[in-house]
């Protein structure tokens, strides 16, 4: 290693990643796509590290909330665009799932990209893309240009899927689990906002108004990130003066590589396909959950008006804003522990709901809370184990794991709707049940302390355990000692500079 190199050694589980970040005049150029001029202060620097502080994590939670809101604009209104349009509520009805499907492209094919170009720029393009999509959202009078534009909205709106790796990259270890809550929380608070927002305006008002919203929130978030978001080093460009040496053979990765590779990843990593399996039962059981929700405070014994079970929404956000403190706790815990507290709260609130709904209004409320709750802290515990498997190829791991999230949510809907539709709320709150504890179980076929390349077993569970909890004590002090030599030196340049 000569002397322009800087090396980062990471040990996790018996495991080792070394990290050799080359001298940035050997690959930088300090211009957003080669034409704009980075902010001075954003720069990348190896000598002076940026400071994730708790601004720019609630911004990229700000960031998730809005760009997966792209996602979501259009269902509570599905009615008028059917009117505005003149076609049959049953043709209008699959736009939803063409801008999902427009989502799950984007997340195989564009979200990758993270392991293999600087993330600012990626983050800025697909933000100035979506936002010019949504112009046209909002002006057309042609279903079939709505449809397409759609879905290449849904294509550009997995900036929340490039926001994640870069937070756990960013993030301190020992607040990365508070730190991915967080954007975690901005991806639900966009699908609440975007159902009650768009729901109120189109009662009161035109649309349109609610595509004209999100335009101006999106150019806005532009302007914010370009002021804000640092720059940094791509992750794996190789050997050639322009990134870090990755594991996959060293050389340049290309794009093909890099989607070899996750394939590969999907099929050889046991931590990796054992947290997909665990999050697809949680994620369709909680899809299941709040589309069949409707139905129930909808019929007998509640009979809600649409606008009072629009509101269960913002209940929902209650969950949602207790993901910081759902993150600390993470934070002290092994990953695997605190996904098992999840799963037995999530297993809790789904008996509480097979048991209570259909009694009393307040079961459903503090089913919705729980579960809401309790999903978060599994979502975030089991994406920190994700992580932990290979640092440079957090983009690709996290895109299999959202790819999960996402055949979940589709499978609870789905499966939801028609049991509930042929048998009623109570098998479904059952079948809801049943995928929780799928999702136990999977957790529980693979415990902590295993190998990398262990499928089943707790072996050494226990030394594992203690030696993760020793890393962690330690990454903590260390944290506390870098923060205090950093506000050190800003007191000696303090000194240095005179009155």
Not at 100 to 115: H, R
Request: glycine share 10%.
């Amino acid at each position: 290693m000569n002397g322009n190199e800087t090396e980062d050694k990471l040990s996790i589980s018996n495991r080792s990643v070394n990290v050799t970040v080359t001298d940035p005049a050997n690959w930088y150029t300090p211009k957003d796509f080669g034409l704009i001029p980075i902010p001075k202060q954003l720069r990348y620097d190896p000598d002076k590290p940026f400071h994730f502080g708790m601004f720019l994590n609630v911004l990229f939670g700000v960031t998730s909330t809005f760009s997966v809101a792209n996602l979501y604009w259009c269902q509570p209104i599905l009615i008028e665009l059917a009117t505005n349009f003149d076609v049959s509520y049953d043709e209008i009805s699959k736009l939803p799932t063409l801008i999902q499907a427009g989502y799950a492209t984007g997340l195989i094919f564009i979200s990758p990209l993270g392991d293999l170009v600087r993330r600012r720029q990626l983050l800025l393009i697909l933000i100035i893309i979506s936002a010019s999509l949504t112009i046209g959202l909002s002006l057309t009078h042609s279903l079939r240009t709505f449809q397409v534009l759609s879905f290449l909205t849904g294509i550009s709106s997995v900036t929340p899927q490039v926001l994640l790796p870069l937070t756990a990259d960013l993030a301190p270890p020992s607040r990365r689990a508070t730190a991915l809550s967080i954007v975690f929380s901005g991806l639900l608070f966009g699908i609440l906002i975007a159902r009650v927002f768009s729901g109120l305006i189109a009662q009161f008002a035109d649309w349109r108004i609610t595509y004209y919203m999100s335009i101006g929130v999106q150019w806005g978030l532009v302007v914010v990130l370009f002021w804000i978001v640092p720059d940094y080093p791509p992750k794996n460009a190789g050997k050639d003066g322009q990134g870090v040496e990755n594991e996959e053979g060293g050389g340049k990765l290309g794009y093909g590589r890099i989607m070899w590779t996750m394939a590969k990843f999907s099929v050889t990593e046991p931590v990796l396909i054992q947290g997909c399996l665990c999050n697809l039962g949680s994620a369709a059981a909680f899809s299941s959950f709040w589309v069949t929700l409707t139905f129930l405070l909808g019929g007998e014994p509640y009979n809600y008006s649409t606008l009072i079970i629009g509101l269960f929404g913002l209940i929902g956000m209650v969950g949602v804003a207790l993901a910081p403190l759902v993150g600390r706790f993470i934070d002290f815990l092994v990953p695997w522990q605190a996904s098992l507290v999840a799963c037995l709260g999530l297993l809790l609130f789904q008996i509480v709901q097979v048991v209570g709904n259909g009694l009393n209004v307040a079961a459903v409320i503090i089913a919705t809370i729980g579960l809401d709750v309790f999903r978060q802290m599994l979502e975030t515990s089991v994406a920190i184990s994700i992580f932990s498997i290979a640092p440079h190829a957090r983009a690709r791991l996290n895109a299999i794991y959202i790819l999960s999230l996402f055949i979940g949510q589709v499978i609870g809907s789905s499966a939801g709707t028609k049991v509930f539709l042929t048998y009623g709320w109570r098998a479904t709150a059952a079948m809801t049940l049943g995928l929780t504890a799928w999702a136990l179980l999977m957790l529980m076929m693979r415990g902590p302390g295993c190998d990398r390349y262990t499928w089943f077993g707790f072996r050494n569970s226990l030394d594992g355990v203690k030696g993760v909890l020793n890393i962690k004590a330690r990454v903590r002090a260390d944290d506390e000692n870098v923060q205090g030599a950093l506000e050190a030196e800003k007191d000696v340049e303090k000194i240095e500079g005179g009155p």
